[in-house]
């Protein structure tokens, strides 16, 4: 929740508030109007099976290993204060019943990974001021002015952090730069309300229409979820807001055309404020960070959706007259 103290703080006071950024890419331009510097943030409550981004869902730094980078100097080997580090078969090991994944609260950084050359180890989560993240997009500046970018906060779940959101994102606005964030519907909606007014464009995922599937593949209460962007639709009205619906077309999960159907159902009936729906096929991209996190993936069977079935899809949701994008 977004405190007092923070929501009447003077433009100068808001420079300090912090937060917990995963990544920042630039030039990005699926994820709003123009060009784009997307700002990852950590931390989410849902844990989708078939989740991208799975370094963002601790709210906490973490140290990350990626095998293929390693190069065996061993430089990492005597780091790690615990002995957790070890090398055998040719390759390096972590135990991670010895590894304390917090060892970086005690020093601000993980030992392992400062003489890692490579990057094969390095930290996913680092602490950065509103002023530091702002002055990373304003650098783009001329970029957002040419094509209408600008920046667009996502994760995670932005929501998670809900004070360090809102300030950034009014800065960014009394400064002139387009505001997108990319939500699950997860936060509380007193916080929506109050960071709405800074934001020109908001993605809302809606993974299904179907409650229960909802949570056994989010972990997230469908009813609360399905609720939550009804309100939404409702709110970013009020605030002129644009308001796109974002839908992950997984295989097994939501891919049959009575599926979508029933997710044009609910649209039409719930979010009459929205300005379009976006299908984003399932992809394979975030695999490999399972290993590097030491996290179980649970879709290695499933293959992402043919164009075909893609464009099928969108011809449905076309023919129950609901406006349809491409960003
Ligand atoms: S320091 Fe980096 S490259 Fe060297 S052994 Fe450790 S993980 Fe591999
Ligand atoms: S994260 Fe910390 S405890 Fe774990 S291997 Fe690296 S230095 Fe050791």
Same mark, same amino acid.
Request: glycine share 8%; charged share 25%.
């Given at each position: 929740?977004?405190?007092?103290?923070?929501?009447?703080?003077?433009?100068?006071?808001?420079?300090?508030?912090?937060?917990?950024?995963?990544?920042?890419?630039?030039?990005?331009? #699926?994820?709003?109007?123009?060009?784009?510097?997307?700002?990852?943030?950590?931390?989410?409550?849902?844990?989708?099976?078939?989740?991208?981004?799975?370094? *963002?869902?601790?709210?906490?730094?973490?140290?990350?290993?990626?095998?293929?980078?390693?190069?065996?100097?061993?430089?990492?080997?005597?780091? &790690?204060?615990?002995?957790?580090?070890?090398?055998?078969?040719? +390759?390096?090991? /972590?135990?991670?019943?010895?590894? +304390?994944?917090?060892?970086?609260? !005690?020093?601000? #950084?993980?030992?392992?990974?400062?003489?890692?050359?490579?990057?094969?180890?390095?930290?996913?989560? @680092?602490?950065?001021?509103?002023?530091?993240?702002?002055?990373?997009?304003?650098?783009?500046?001329?970029?957002?002015?040419? *094509?209408?970018? $600008?920046?667009?906060?996502?994760?995670? @779940?932005?929501?998670?952090?809900?004070?360090?959101?809102?300030?950034?994102?009014?800065?960014?606005? @009394?400064?002139?730069?387009?505001?997108?964030?990319?939500?699950?519907?997860?936060?509380?909606l007193?916080?929506y309300?109050?960071?709405?007014?800074?934001?020109?464009?908001?993605?809302?995922?809606?993974?299904?229409?179907?409650?229960?599937?909802?949570? @056994?593949?989010? !972990?997230?209460?469908?009813?609360?979820?399905?609720? /939550?962007i009804h309100k939404l639709s409702e709110i970013a009205g009020k605030y002129?807001?644009?308001m796109?619906?974002?839908?992950?077309?997984?295989?097994?999960?939501?891919?049959?055309?009575?599926?979508?159907?029933?997710?044009?159902?609910?649209?039409?009936?719930k979010c009459r404020g929205f300005? $379009?729906?976006?299908?984003?096929?399932?992809?394979?991209?975030?695999?490999? !960070?399972?290993?590097?996190?030491?996290?179980?993936?649970?879709?290695?069977?499933?293959?992402?959706?043919?164009?075909? &079935?893609?464009?099928?899809?969108?011809?449905?949701?076309?023919?129950?007259?609901?406006?349809?994008?491409?960003?």
């Amino acid at each position: 929740m977004i405190r007092e103290k923070i929501l009447k703080a003077l433009p100068k006071q808001l420079e300090g508030v912090s937060g917990t950024v995963t990544e920042i890419e630039r030039y990005a331009i #699926h994820d709003g109007p123009g060009i784009r510097t997307l700002l990852f943030l950590k931390g989410c409550p849902l844990r989708c099976k078939w989740c991208c981004n799975p370094e *963002t869902q601790q709210g906490y730094a973490e140290m990350v290993f990626l095998e293929e980078k390693c190069i065996e100097c061993g430089r990492c080997l005597n780091a &790690c204060p615990y002995g957790a580090i070890a090398h055998s078969n040719e +390759k390096m090991t /972590v135990n991670k019943s010895v590894c +304390k994944k917090n060892c970086f609260g !005690k020093t601000q #950084h993980f030992p392992c990974t400062v003489n890692c050359y490579t990057k094969a180890r390095q930290v996913a989560g @680092e602490l950065m001021t509103v002023s530091q993240a702002f002055m990373e997009i304003s650098r783009d500046t001329s970029f957002y002015e040419a *094509t209408g970018g $600008g920046v667009t906060v996502s994760g995670g @779940e932005p929501m998670m952090q809900p004070e360090f959101v809102y300030a950034l994102l009014r800065t960014c606005k @009394e400064n002139w730069i387009n505001t997108a964030m990319e939500t699950s519907a997860s936060g509380s909606l007193k916080d929506y309300e109050e960071i709405l007014p800074y934001l020109d464009v908001l993605f809302v995922d809606l993974k299904t229409a179907k409650p229960l599937l909802y949570k @056994e593949w989010t !972990k997230y209460d469908g009813n609360e979820a399905l609720a /939550v962007i009804h309100k939404l639709s409702e709110i970013a009205g009020k605030y002129a807001t644009e308001m796109y619906i974002r839908v992950p077309v997984i295989p097994g999960f939501n891919d049959t055309q009575q599926d979508i159907r029933k997710i044009g159902c609910f649209i039409k009936e719930k979010c009459r404020g929205f300005k $379009g729906i976006e299908l984003l096929p399932y992809h394979k991209l975030g695999r490999g !960070k399972y290993k590097s996190l030491g996290l179980n993936y649970e879709l290695n069977n499933i293959e992402p959706p043919s164009e075909e &079935c893609m464009d099928k899809y969108y011809e449905i949701l076309l023919n129950m007259g609901i406006n349809v994008c491409k960003f």
